[in-house]
């Protein structure tokens, strides 16, 4: 692998369903420092390669490096401190679709500070209740 790319997909493969293959055996390298634009038609697996990278999922099969980490290997933490380095924007919003509306305002609250669940519980209700998503 090379040292020179931000992000390298070696044989990735990864399905929803056992009935259809998303992604088969995919190679992928994006260089560092150049702004990379993934386009396909629908269902083509755009927003799976972005939650590959992002590690919202893991491949069935094969090796995803980020900064030259293996994302496979490493430990939810560990996970945790890369994304910090990366930013990505989805095609529409910014919402982690696989997240509840609760757990997408906490998400940045839970990763970017050290405050507690139980305020973190409180801060989310507060937004919640200012936009009229009470309960939501």
């Not at 995803?64 to 496979?72: A, G």
């Not at 924007?89 to 507690?116: H, K, M, W």
Request: a positive charge; proline letters at 2%.
């Amino acid at each position: 692998m090379n040292n020179d790319n931000l992000i390298e997909f070696n044989n990735v493969s990864f399905a929803y369903t056992d009935a259809q293959a998303t992604l088969k055996n995919i190679n992928l390298q994006i260089p560092k420092g150049k702004i990379t634009a993934i386009m396909g038609g629908s269902g083509s697996g755009k927003t799976t390669i972005l939650r590959l990278i992002s590690a919202q999922i893991m491949p069935h099969q094969g090796q995803i490096k980020l900064f030259e980490q293996n994302l496979t290997t490493l430990k939810r933490q560990q996970i945790y401190q890369l994304r910090h380095r990366l930013g990505m924007l989805f095609q529409f919003g910014a919402l982690f679709t696989d997240l509840t509306v609760a757990d997408n305002i906490a998400f940045p609250l839970r990763e970017n500070t050290c405050l507690s669940e139980s305020l973190i519980s409180k801060i989310v209700a507060m937004k919640l209740e200012a936009v009229g998503l009470t309960g939501t």
